[in-house]
């Protein structure tokens, strides 16, 4: 059982250059979710789905695409990678209903400079 | 505006001491509240959820309460370990919301001294 796993661990892009990052989960849970985690902030959410099939925007979704390719995998997409995305980026997966869903289980990290 | 602040910023404590964190937050009303902790270079892993209507929840050493009028949560850690080195978020969810409307804080760093 790997939990929630994503790849790569490390990457550094040229501004205007594009890259998606990936996360994959092995745990059946319904809602996934991107976030960014920058020094001195709090986690922000940038995208997430519910279930399969479905995406929303979180609170900064800008410059980002997301795709829910199936229950498992949940994507994150720079188009055109500038120097204010440069961050760590977390995938989460939560199940769905009842307490159970307050629980958000998260990957390793992917970390993400932009030159 | 809902927030949730997190104090102190950060903190050094010598191994075997206790120590306690603070928490808090606007959001009202809420469903529940969590603590998280993060090892460097690594993702948050849930240490304590609790809903409104709780307020104490222990896992081994480490107790979170909840003073759900005051708006107030603190995490105390028992006889610190050298592991227990980490950041430690406080999360509100608010009432109604769904898992997309989380309210973080930015997180306590904890560093244990040998």
């Known amino acids: 059982n790997a939990g929630v796993t994503q790849t790569p661990k490390f990457q550094v892009l040229k501004t205007g250059q594009s890259m998606t990052l990936q996360c994959a989960q092995d745990?059946?849970?319904?809602?996934m979710y991107w976030y960014r985690q920058d020094p001195g902030m709090g986690l922000r959410l940038i995208y997430y789905?519910?279930?399969?099939?479905?995406?929303d925007k979180g609170e900064v979704p800008n410059g980002y695409n997301v795709s829910r390719l199936n229950k498992r995998e949940f994507s994150l997409r720079l188009e055109s990678a500038a120097p204010s995305q440069t961050s760590v980026y977390f995938c989460?997966?939560?199940?769905?209903?009842?307490?159970?869903?307050?629980?958000?289980?998260f990957g390793p990290g992917t970390r993400l400079t932009v030159t | 505006k809902n927030q949730v602040e997190q104090s102190p910023q950060s903190l050094i404590i010598l191994e075997g001491k206790n120590c306690t964190l603070q928490?808090?937050?606007?959001?009202?009303?809420?469903?529940?509240l969590r603590w998280y902790k993060q090892d460097t270079g690594r993702g948050p892993v849930s240490l304590t959820i609790m809903t409104f209507s709780e307020n104490t929840k222990s896992n081994g050493r480490y107790t979170a309460t909840l003073d759900a009028d005051t708006k107030q949560s603190s995490l105390h850690i028992t006889a610190s370990q050298l592991s227990d080195s980490a950041s430690y978020i406080c999360?509100?969810?608010?009432?109604?919301?769904?898992?997309?409307?989380?309210?973080f804080g930015k997180g306590t760093k904890l560093s244990v001294k040998p």
């Open positions: 999360v509100v969810s608010p009432y109604g919301g769904s898992q997309g409307n989380l309210i």
């Open positions: 928490c808090n937050y606007t959001v009202s009303p809420f469903s529940n």
């Open positions: 989460a997966s939560s199940s769905s209903g009842g307490s159970s869903s307050y629980e958000q289980y």
């Open positions: 789905s519910a279930s399969e099939g479905t995406t």
């Open positions: 745990m059946n849970h319904n809602s």
